[in-house]
């Protein structure tokens, strides 16, 4: 071994003794415990094969797999969780494992091959009537900075605020494994708003720029393109002027339509009931007063959609509405990919059309493949009824990109649900039980945890998984599923059968 140290969040590894540190307190891993915790950090974030592990840490023996993944198990209980809340060790399915970025060594860099983006999104002076505002100010700069094809964009990281605001620069960058962070804190106070952004260098913690923003809300939109086309210049420096207005995208003509957008985003995180309602009201208001703002009608034709996975399904006529707001926003929104991809999923899941579907989304995501909306609609509607190992790896990819967004639980369960449909039951169920380790009210994540084991004959597991799913949404039935499902239910039969094993009622 060389004289290397590994330095990674509260642990320090030694390369020469094979010694861990947490805080400078040495822990017990073992030798082969630390043979393996080297080789993974020594990959740069890619993953090792288990065969390449069984030969870091059994050199010139045969032993079974089940040894490594003993210590492996055993690694995870003595690391704990990362700054991002992630396991340190990730397990790649069918493949092996990898150890998550943020790692600082002094003998290795490894960095991504693009520079990539953080968001962070400090707490601001809005009171909660007009929070919505901040956030979706932070959004907008998200999704104008995502544009460029120079750099990826990490979606905002989950739980801004006091935490946060405690920890180093660099421990945020490292748990986002990004190279830059992007500071925001947006402030409304009646027709005034002031929006501050900082870009910070997540190894040196050196702030690179920063700026202060204030003006009247019919000034935001300007604000958001200056901010991304600022932030994109020190990022990616040889960026063009052809992409710098590429990333300006359609706006609404009416900012009370824009208000109500706004109100609406946040409610997209929820699937209740009154929550659902409540954000078609406000699309609807916000389409009726703006029937041009494309990003708008995407959102409502989605919202009508949701009523279909998660309520109790669409009349007819709320059918006829969602894929008439979804080809509007095709038509008004034909060169914005998160628009398209929004529309493209809308109308595979509530019109059938699948390959038209399938198309749009291939085209949004050749447009921009590091809009992280725009990844992981065409990961699901690859999942459901297109290529399922892009789905799959689409997702993997989402994840390495995004490991703690605000979604991270749409993207894990996603992963579930390809390796259910792929017939890969044990990998499911994990990549179903770390959704709900991030959001245990997702409804879906328990859908593919009951199946799994449904499938895996533990009964009283299934059982137990049924209950939650219940708990969360006392409608779902199998029916739920042969409704929603129609147009491809072949594939979704695994699905299906996985669930009535586990006892889900007719």
């Not at 390369?15 to 307190?25: C, K, N, P, Q």
């Not at 801004?160 to 660099?170: D, K, L, P, R, T």
């Not at 979804?326 to 595979?348: K, R, Y």
């Not at 499911?428 to 593919?448: D, F, H, K, L, T």
Request: aromatic residues 8%; glycine residues 8%; negative net charge.
């Amino acid at each position: 071994m060389s004289d290397a140290r590994h330095t990674f969040g509260r642990f320090s590894l030694e390369e020469a003794s094979g010694t861990l540190f947490r805080d400078g307190e040495p822990l017990n891993i073992g030798k082969r415990g630390a043979a393996l915790l080297t080789a993974l950090i020594e990959a740069g974030g890619n993953p090792l094969s288990k065969d390449n592990l069984l030969s870091a840490g059994w050199p010139n023996q045969i032993v079974d797999e089940a040894n490594l993944s003993v210590q492996i198990a055993a690694l995870r209980k003595v690391l704990g969780q990362n700054e991002s809340g992630a396991d340190w060790i990730a397990t790649v399915p069918r493949f092996g494992y990898r150890f998550l970025r943020g790692i600082s060594t002094a003998s290795i860099t490894s960095e991504p091959l693009r520079p990539i983006l953080g968001v962070w999104q400090s707490d601001g002076l809005a009171d909660a009537s007009s929070g919505y505002f901040a956030h979706g100010v932070v959004e907008g700069i998200v999704a104008a900075l995502s544009r460029f094809r120079e750099f990826a964009v990490a979606a905002p990281r989950a739980g801004s605020g006091g935490q946060q605001q405690e920890a180093s620069v660099q421990a945020i960058a490292a748990g986002l494994g990004v190279r830059y962070l992007l500071r925001c804190t947006a402030q409304q106070a009646g027709e005034r708003f002031r929006i501050s952004v900082h870009l910070l260098d997540g190894t040196s913690g050196l702030e690179l720029w920063a700026k202060r923003f204030g003006g009247t809300i019919s000034e935001v939109f300007d604000f958001e393109d200056r901010i991304a086309e600022s932030v994109a210049g020190l990022v990616a420096p040889a960026i063009s002027r052809a992409e710098i207005e590429r990333a300006r995208r359609k706006r609404p003509d009416n900012l009370d339509a824009y208000d109500l957008y706004l109100r609406a985003l946040p409610l997209f995180r929820t699937i209740d009931a009154h929550a659902r309602s409540e954000v078609i009201r406000l699309l609807e208001d916000c389409v009726r007063l703006d029937p041009h703002f494309a990003t708008g009608l995407a959102q409502a034709a989605w919202a009508y959609e949701r009523q279909e996975t998660f309520g109790t399904g669409m009349s007819e006529a709320e059918r006829a509405r969602a894929l008439e707001l979804a080809n509007s926003a095709a038509e008004e929104g034909h060169d914005d990919p998160q628009v398209m991809a929004i529309s493209a999923v809308t109308l595979i899941l509530a019109g059938g059309e699948r390959q038209r579907g399938l198309a749009m989304l291939r085209d949004a995501y050749t447009a921009n493949p590091n809009n992280a909306m725009v990844m992981r609609m065409y990961a699901f509607g690859n999942v459901f009824v297109g290529d399922l190992e892009l789905g799959r790896q689409t997702f993997m990819r989402s994840l390495e990109i995004s490991p703690a967004s605000l979604m991270t639980y749409e993207i894990l369960e996603g992963l579930s649900l390809s390796h259910l449909l792929m017939g890969e039951y044990e990998e499911a169920a994990e990549w179903a039980q770390r959704s709900i380790a991030v959001n245990g009210q997702w409804p879906a994540a328990y859908w593919n945890l009951a199946s799994a084991y449904g499938h895996l004959g533990r009964t009283a597991d299934a059982a137990d998984a049924v209950n939650r799913l219940l708990t969360l949404a006392p409608s779902h039935r199998l029916s739920h599923f042969v409704r929603i499902e129609p147009s491809y239910e072949t594939r979704h039969q695994i699905l299906l059968e996985g669930l009535r094993k586990a006892g889900l009622p007719a």
